[in-house]
């Protein structure tokens, strides 16, 4: 949804050049044990949302077009991964 109000999350970067590529798949059954901790800012088409739960950690990727939504997963990490990944991601070194 475009907005006039200031952004609060951050946007992704620019994709650097030798950036790591993420492996994304299908959403895993959906526990409500898991429960995001960060995301980037919707004012995007593709959002990303750093999830959190029993001990373990993954990246979920939200693109909304024509009122659907797509949704993939990363595998799960360790949480301390997961925080290295997610700042990869959010510089463009990771996508
Ligand atoms: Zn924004």
Redesign the pocket.
């Known amino acids: 949804m475009m907005?006039l109000e200031e952004?609060l999350?951050p946007?992704v970067a620019m994709t650097q050049r030798d950036h790591t590529r993420l492996k994304w798949s299908k959403p895993y059954r959906t526990s409500d044990r898991i429960r995001p901790v960060d995301w980037t800012?919707?004012?995007?088409a593709t959002v990303y949302e750093l999830c959190e739960g029993r001990g373990q950690a993954f990246i979920r990727r939200i693109v909304q077009f024509d009122r659907k939504q797509e949704i993939h997963e990363t595998s799960r990490w360790s949480l301390a991964e997961a925080r290295v990944i997610w700042a990869a991601l959010l510089s463009g070194s990771a996508w």
């Open positions: 907005s952004c999350s946007h800012c919707a004012c995007r």
